[in-house]
T-cell receptor
Framework: EDKVVQSPLSLVVHEGDTVTLNCSYE??????LLWYKQEKKAPTFLFML????IEKKSGRLSSILDKKELFSILNITATQTGDSAVYLCAVALLGNSGGSNYKLTFGKGTLLTVNP | GAVVSQHPSWVICKSGTSVKIECRSL??????MFWYRQFPKQSLMLMAT?????????EQGVEKDKFLINHASLTLSTLTVTSAHPEDSSFYICSARDSWWGQETQYFGPGTRLLVL
């Protein structure tokens, strides 16, 4: 059974702190790993990672994938109250019929609370 | 990023009625769209994969006769919850698959909150 495990499940920090969110996976037919941020509505896309060791960066957020150890981290530096959200990690899998059948398997998310 | 819209954003209906939710990709063509359901404080659960012009593929445990999916064009997929019951109350989210240069990602619509009384 395909599994995506995120840790910690919840985290409370103060503004200005740096946080690291973890995502490990055990899946067959790995294609890519995606990070999403979910506030009160549907998830918004942050990063897609397909290659090991190449950091993706967007402002204060960055992420990297390790395909040998089967995990990814999402870093947020100088956190702000607006970063408070659930951060979802998802792994894109090829379905049994190959590239035409593709789906995401989500972890349970990490609830990040940034206090002023 | 790409834009996906969903309509309506909120639905309140009586038990036994059917509810139709639309999902549109606004600035790209999506050969594949996905329907998810999310209960409070839980992660997204994939219900079905919708391919344009063919029958949807449902995940185990999802009743295809209850959750009717139609993907008649490259920019529109619909989910109809037939004979809705209170246990169907949930947050329904669609996403659309965008492919470019061999890279793929999914962009999500804003979601539809369904409350069945």
């Amino acid at each position: 059974e395909d599994k995506v495990v995120q840790s910690p499940l919840s985290l409370v920090v103060h503004e200005g702190d740096t946080v690291t969110l973890n995502c490990s996976y055990e899946v067959t037919n790995f294609r890519s790993l995606l990070w999403y941020k979910q506030e009160k509505k549907a998830p918004t896309f942050l990063f897609m990672l397909t290659s090991s060791g190449i950091e993706k960066k967007s402002g204060r957020l960055s992420s990297i994938l390790d395909k040998k150890e089967l995990f990814s981290i999402l870093n947020i530096t100088a956190t702000q109250t607006g970063d408070s959200a659930v951060y979802l990690c998802a792994v894109a899998l090829l379905g049994n019929s190959g590239g035409s059948n593709y789906k995401l398997t989500f972890g349970k998310g990490t609830l990040l609370t940034v206090n002023p | 990023g790409a834009v996906v819209s969903q309509h309506p954003s909120w639905v309140i209906c009586k038990s036994g009625t059917s509810v139709k939710i639309e999902c549109r990709s606004l600035d790209f063509q999506a050969t594949t769209m996905f329907w998810y359901r999310q209960f409070p404080k839980q992660s997204l659960m994939l219900m079905a994969t919708s391919n344009e012009g063919s029958k949807a593929t449902y995940e185990q445990g999802v009743e295809k006769d209850k959750f009717l999916i139609n993907h008649a064009s490259l920019t529109l997929s619909t989910l109809t919850v037939t004979s809705a019951h209170p246990e169907d109350s949930s947050f329904y989210i669609c996403s659309a698959r965008d492919s470019w240069w061999g890279q793929e990602t999914q962009y999500f619509g804003p979601g539809t909150r369904l409350l069945v009384l």
